[in-house]
């Protein structure tokens, strides 16, 4: 059993990977198709939505993967905002308790 400390600091480690992984996600997405990057972060970024138990999420960067790995140009700089404001109360947590 965890405490509701530790959870909090897990979700925050969590909220920290996430956003620092869509960071460089929307980085390599924007102005260009850096596809090497791209699927250096969505692989990462799989692997932390899969930590967090984010399925449904995950699927969305599997089609994501399948597109950049083809070098489909698709308006992935979307896909990465559309993550980015579904796991938004994610990515805030802790912000509200200071």
Same mark, same amino acid.
């Given at each position: 059993?965890? =405490?509701?400390? *530790? $959870?909090?600091?897990?979700?925050?480690?969590? @909220?920290?990977? #996430?956003?620092? =992984? #869509?960071?460089?996600? *929307? &980085? @390599?997405?924007?102005?260009?198709?850096?596809?090497?990057? $791209?699927?250096? *972060?969505? +692989?990462?970024?799989k692997g932390?939505? #899969?930590?967090?138990?984010?399925?449904?999420?995950?699927?969305?960067?599997? *089609?994501?993967? &399948?597109? %950049? /790995?083809? &070098?489909? +140009?698709?308006?992935?700089?979307? $896909?990465?905002? /559309?993550? +980015?404001? !579904?796991? %938004?109360? $994610?990515?805030?947590?802790? +912000? !509200?308790?200071?």
């Amino acid at each position: 059993m965890l =405490t509701d400390a *530790q $959870i909090d600091v897990m979700i925050e480690s969590s @909220a920290e990977s #996430l956003k620092s =992984t #869509l960071l460089l996600l *929307q &980085k @390599a997405t924007e102005n260009s198709y850096n596809f090497k990057e $791209i699927s250096v *972060q969505r +692989h990462r970024l799989k692997g932390v939505l #899969l930590n967090m138990g984010e399925n449904g999420w995950v699927e969305i960067v599997r *089609q994501m993967e &399948k597109s %950049a /790995s083809k &070098k489909e +140009h698709k308006k992935y700089s979307s $896909i990465v905002e /559309s993550l +980015h404001v !579904g796991m %938004a109360d $994610i990515l805030l947590f802790g +912000h !509200g308790d200071e």
